[in-house]
T-cell receptor, first 114, second 112 residues
Framework: DVKVTQSSRYLVKRTGEKVFLECVQD?????MFWYRQDPGLGLRLIYF???????EKGDIPEGYSVSREKKERFSLILESASTNQTSMYLC?????????????FGPGTRLLVL | KQEVTQIPAALSVPEGENLVLNCSFT??????LQWFRQDPGKGLTSLLL?????REQTSGRLNASLDKSSGRSTLYIAASQPGDSATYLC???????????FGTGTRLQVTL
């Protein structure tokens, strides 16, 4: 079975802190994604990566950056956390097969910024 | 820009009922459509994936259909059980690096 793990289930941070969310997948997938999920807004794509050291902005990249130094690991960075970044963050991965495969999701990290 | 709508936002049914969840989308140029399940506070689990060239997919008590011409998909759940209680999300893959566009989901509760 594909396994996608996220470093923390719950995080509490202060406004202005730099926050790192880590995601690791064990199936050698090329594509990795970071979403945030908010009530009434659904899942929105923040950033995605289709290869090591490659990244592309999603729909809501402002205030975030990412890092993919190794194929299995995709990190989301909140440069200076703000209260409006309080949310559920979900990581996903998928193989690169021309769009025909599903995405596999991690359990999520619920982040509270005070 | 692709927009995905799921109606109703919430649904409560008694155990044993058959039910249909709806998903509509604005742009029919898709690679595939997927249905996911999300339990409270958890990640998403893929249920069914329908490729653009297919009309339906079945897995156990679940059947998903796709009508690209009308921009609609349905998820049919037969003989519902309390364990089916969850939020169901549809998502469209437009093919750009497998990016998905999600609906806001239907929260289903199956009561005893």
């Amino acid at each position: 079975d594909v396994k996608v793990t996220q470093s923390s289930r719950y995080l509490v941070k202060r406004t202005g802190e730099k926050v790192f969310l880590e995601c690791v997948q064990d199936m050698d997938h090329e594509n990795m994604f970071w979403y945030r999920q908010d009530p009434g807004l659904g899942l929105r794509l923040i950033y995605f990566s289709y290869d090591v050291k490659m990244k592309e902005k999603g729909d809501i990249p402002e205030g975030y950056s990412v890092s993919r130094e190794k194929k299995e690991r995709f990190s989301l960075i909140l440069e200076s956390a703000s209260t409006n970044q309080t949310s559920m963050y979900l990581c996903a991965s998928s193989p690169s097969t021309g769009g025909g495969e599903t995405q596999y999701f991690g359990p999520g990290t619920r982040l509270l910024v005070l | 820009k692709q927009e995905v709508t799921q109606i109703p936002a919430a649904l409560s049914v008694p155990e044993g009922e058959n039910l249909v969840l709806n998903c509509s989308f604005t742009d029919s140029a898709i690679y595939n459509l997927q249905w996911f399940r999300q339990d409270p506070g958890k990640g998403l689990t893929s249920l069914l994936l329908i490729q653009s060239s297919q009309r339906e997919q079945t897995s156990g008590r679940l059947n998903a259909s796709l009508d690209k011409s009308s921009g609609r998909s349905t998820l049919y759940i037969a003989a519902s059980q309390p364990g089916d209680s969850a939020t169901y999300l549809c998502a469209l893959n437009t093919g750009t690096a497998s990016k998905l566009t999600f609906g806001t989901g239907t929260r289903l509760q199956v009561t005893l």
